[in-house]
């Protein structure tokens, strides 16, 4: 399996503009973000009178916690720690499935969300960051503009970040470049294969749509936002328990809807470390499921915590 690059220390470069892709976003491509995050937000606002109407059952629910698993695992574990960081080494089944599990969230393609990651880590809450919420300003009002625009207004911005500076391995990588490509396909299945189990396990046309809606619609919604809170509120609020050079912070009732990735302080300033909760009482559970591929023989080369290296790095 091909490793991470390096990634540079933060800081802005004189490159910094080479580091963008020369083709900016397309109207349509903006179009389709607006569909894909938007319409599924929409299923938020009938939730509460679907379920209190009763139109939610047992295998809407256990779908629902599936398929939240699987695709937001795909995003922790997958897109984020094995391949942004590479913080372990999968074989070849278990690198492809992450990389399938991961695109289930409807966050992109795998390859230009590792890319737009790795510019994150490189400029952390400096000009070239695509998603800080200091963008603006220090003040109040700058910071309510910028969560905002780390939250959700970066996906509108007219530049994109390009995949051959930040992911040539990836580019290289003919598994993972075919399930960049299937992105549309597997957009689809996203949504179908709920309403197909849910139909299949109720035997009714109503359970493939209510399946639809609590494990297609509100499913990718609550990934989403849960991952979006990492680059808004886990960049703003929270905890310091480690030095850092930007402002990632620890949000602990951010842990278990986000599978751990809001130990986000300790992760910024040791961006390789499998494990992000590396303190007493810190829940990571994607650090759990790397731990259980480790154990099936699935995983190797898992970088664990070093004891010297975080006592060096926490803060007096």
């Not at 379920?51 to 984020?80: E, K, P």
């Not at 494990?215 to 905890?239: D, E, M, P, Q, Y």
Request: proline share 5%.
């Amino acid at each position: 399996m091909t490793t991470a690059p390096a990634i540079d220390q933060p800081g802005a470069s004189a490159g910094g503009r080479a580091e963008l892709d020369p083709e900016p976003t397309s109207t349509t491509e903006k179009v389709l973000v607006a569909v894909f995050t938007g319409v599924p937000l929409l299923a938020l606002f009938a939730a509460i009178p679907m379920a209190w109407g009763s139109l939610v059952g047992w295998v809407d629910v256990a779908l629902l916690v599936v398929f939240y698993t699987v695709s937001a695992a795909g995003i922790t574990v997958g897109f984020h720690r094995h391949f942004t960081h590479g913080s372990f080494k999968a074989n070849r089944p278990l690198h492809i499935a992450l990389a399938v599990a991961g695109t289930l969230a409807i966050q992109g393609p795998v390859i230009t969300w590792v890319a737009d990651h790795r510019r994150h880590h490189k400029y952390s809450d400096k000009e070239q960051d695509p998603h800080s919420p200091w963008r603006f300003g220090t003040d109040w009002k700058a910071l309510t503009k910028g969560m905002l625009w780390a939250h959700y207004g970066w996906f509108f911005d007219g530049s994109s970040t390009s995949k051959e500076k930040f992911a040539p391995d990836l580019l290289a990588d003919k598994d993972v470049a075919r399930v960049d490509r299937w992105f549309p396909g597997l957009v689809a299945v996203s949504f179908l294969l709920p309403a197909l189990l849910g139909g299949l396990l109720t035997m009714s046309w109503q359970g493939a749509l209510t399946a639809l809606f609590w494990a297609g619609f509100v499913r990718i919604t609550l990934v989403h936002h849960v991952t979006w809170s990492i680059n808004s509120i886990c960049h703003t609020f929270g905890k310091e328990h480690f030095d850092v050079r930007d402002k990632s912070r620890n949000v602990w009732w951010l842990a278990i809807p986000s599978l751990g990735e809001s130990w986000h302080n300790l992760h910024h300033s040791d961006p390789t470390c499998a494990r992000h909760g590396v303190l007493k009482g810190q829940i990571d559970i994607s650090a759990r499921m790397i731990w259980a591929f480790e154990k099936l023989g699935w995983a190797h080369g898992v970088r664990w915590p070093n004891e010297e290296r975080l006592a060096a790095k926490r803060v007096r």
